[in-house]
Each structure stands twice: as C-alpha cells, then as structure tokens.
C-alpha cells in the first residue's frame, strides 16, 4: 500500500522531534537553561548535520566545525553544554561567542543570531561566505535558517537561495521539514 505525501510528513517531523529531544536530554546541566534555549541549541545542532559546506570552508581536513553565537550569551553556554563531544561530518563542533564583530581569521560555518540590533551587520558580514545563519523569526536578508516560533513549537525556514549565495547544499530531508 502506497503512503500519500501528506501521510508521511507528520512521520518525519515525529523523527525530527524524537531526535531532537533525545539530543537535549544528553545536554550537560551545568548551568540551568530555558526550555526554549535547550531547544534552539538543539535545533542548530540538527540543522547543521543537514547541510554541507564546500572543502574550502575548513583550513584542514580535521578542523572543527565553528559554531558561533550572537546576541545570546545564555544560548551561548547551552550551546556549549549541547554540543559538547558531539560531531557534525565527522567534526569536532566548537561554540564561540559572538560580541559585536566577527574575526575575519575565526570565521564561524553556523552563526546564530538572536533578534538584536546588530542582526543585520553581523549577517551583512558573513553574505555569500560558505556559513550557515541561522536566525529567530523568518530567513532571509542574509539568513539561511529562520527558527519561527509556531505556538509552543519552533520551527524551521529554509531560504534556498540564501543558502545557494553561502555555497551550502542543503539536503532534501531539511528542505521537506521546512516546508511541512
């Protein structure tokens, strides 16, 4: 028996949700965090294993993949706790915080920004540079990934072509969360 489209997309989302809670479960509690925060940090690491970047993008073959974090110090350390020993392509993942310039020698390959003032400069800094944004609310104007708040749920927007313009490859099953 044939499985409609519309069948299959709450089964994708259901993996999605079940892999993201159980990544958050594995966080460190250190320091204390938001349920909300949990689920960012969760949500850039999930989004980060559905992209890939070009070679280009990493000084060698085993250099750490760079997350940075602006304009969330709290989300910051979370992502720090959530991301700790994990791997994104066989990566090591390394979480910076961001303050109000990036280091052109320290590019990060995920940037997230939080809704500031400093938004639009900072996704300014890194257009067409293989780094994917990822950003609260709606993608583009520079951002890749848009984290959108839907009630008590986030979720994710793609804008493809914002992610061509950084050179990334997004992978279908992304693409399809997005969209669902």
Same mark, same amino acid.
């Given at each position: ?5 519309? *069948? ?24 204390? *965090? ?7 940090? *969760? ?19 085993? #250099?750490?993949?760079?997350? @940075? ?20 392509? @066989?990566?090591?993942? &390394?979480? /910076?915080?961001?303050?109000? $310039? ?12 939080? *809704?500031?003032? #400093? $938004?639009?400069? !900072? ?10 944004? /990822?950003?609260? @609310? ?7 990934? @848009? !984290? /959108? ?8 927007? /793609? ?5 061509? &313009? ?9 693409? #399809?969360? %997005? %969209?669902?």
């Amino acid at each position: 028996m044939a499985l409609s489209l519309a *069948a299959a997309r709450p089964s994708r989302q259901a993996v999605l949700c079940l892999l993201i809670l159980a990544g958050a479960a594995q966080a460190r509690p250190d320091l204390p *965090a938001t349920p909300e925060r949990k689920l960012k940090a *969760a949500y850039i690491y999930r989004v980060a294993t559905f992209v890939g970047w070009p070679d280009a993008a990493f000084a060698r073959a085993g #250099a750490p993949l760079l997350v @940075g974090v602006a304009g969330d110090d709290a989300l910051a350390a979370e992502a720090a706790r959530f991301m700790g020993g994990r791997l994104v392509h @066989g990566r090591p993942l &390394a979480v /910076v915080r961001i303050d109000r $310039r990036l280091d052109p020698h320290a590019m990060p390959h995920v940037l997230f920004v939080a *809704a500031s003032p #400093a $938004r639009g400069r !900072l996704l300014d800094a890194v257009r067409s540079q293989p780094v994917l944004t /990822v950003c609260d @609310g709606a993608p583009g104007h520079g951002c890749v990934v @848009g !984290l /959108v708040a839907d009630g008590t749920h986030l979720r994710p927007r /793609v804008d493809r072509l914002e992610a061509t &313009a950084a050179q990334l490859r997004v992978s279908a099953r992304l693409l #399809a969360l %997005a %969209a669902w």
